[in-house]
């Protein structure tokens, strides 16, 4: 089996940024983490706050000159531990005037209706 390092080498990226829930892998059987993967040539990145849930970092387009914020989440499933999240976006939000971009796993749906489960069998 292939290590992350391996793979990363493999899909071309000359650097990374991986963060995990292993905690909650080891004590609740899950699987989990993020990982950001970019090339050098492209862009600057500087990682500027990290959790087991986020990465935020800094975008320096090397290209264009600009620079922008990207965040990424895989937020808790479960909604009682989700306000820790919003919590620290809301810090983020609060101290950047930066074009913001985020991406990831909200765990969260806009209407009950996506949540239906069907039990019928084909």
Request: with cysteine.
């Amino acid at each position: 089996m292939d290590s992350g390092s391996d793979i990363i080498n493999k899909l071309g990226f000359s650097h990374s940024i991986y963060v995990s829930s292993a905690l909650l892998s080891v004590v609740l059987e899950l699987s989990g983490g993020i990982w950001l993967l970019w090339k050098e040539e492209a862009c600057v990145i500087e990682e500027v706050q990290s959790s087991s849930r986020t990465i935020h970092v800094l975008v320096s387009d090397k290209k264009l000159g600009h620079s922008w914020m990207f965040s990424v989440v895989y937020a808790w499933a479960q909604a009682c531990h989700r306000h820790e999240t919003w919590q620290e976006f809301t810090e983020i939000a609060n101290s950047i005037s930066l074009p913001w971009l985020v991406m990831g796993d909200f765990n969260t749906i806009f209407d009950p209706a996506e949540k239906r489960v069907s039990l019928s069998q084909t």
